[in-house]
């Protein structure tokens, strides 16, 4: 799951525009350092990606016309992003879901790379306690989920960007890609858990109490 993230990011990111990397750069960037202050806008932000990433190839394999995918794709994008907006709880259980399977399963396929029914308990166990803890954790998993969803975008438009300005190998890419994933999303964590105060909401976004 982890590595389909990557694939997607990087290829969506090798086929748009100057324009297109200059919006991805700083967009990432208010995400990583502002994601929990603008925590609705990045369950839309997120909402959108799972809703267009998911739906557009879905339909562009069943319609055989050009810009299938990025019709179909931007419409269920912004349905999915209002959809976590509105239930902020089931937002929150659902990314704490993939986060945790995604990392169990990756763990288990590490050590049992044919295995496919270990593979299936993990990602059912993983999603389970990646969701609770999620929403146990509220603000904290905003923030780390916010600064590392950011991270990806910086990354994957500055390394492009110097991908193709500088014209440096693949394997240097890729190295480049991760590095600034790493060092945005450590600073993304620290400036939100410094400068954000702390509070824990409700689900009903009309009340918040202190914690």
Known sequence: MLEDTFTQLVRYLTEVGWVGLAVALGVGLIVALAGYRLRLLFFFVVGFYAGAVTIGPLFAAMIDAPQTAVIFGAIAGVVAGFVAVRLYFVALFLMGLLAGASLLVTAVGSVLPEAQLPVLIAAAIGGVL????AIVLDRIAVIVASAWVGGLHVAGAGSTAVYRGAGISESLWYMLFLG???????IGVLYQSR????QRYRYDRRYRRER
Do not use: E
């Not at 600034?180 to 450590?186: H, M, P, Q, R, S």
């Open 130 to 133: 990646g969701g609770v803890a």
């Open 180 to 186: 600034i994933l790493v060092v945005v999303t450590v």
């Open 195 to 198: 400068m954000f105060p702390t």
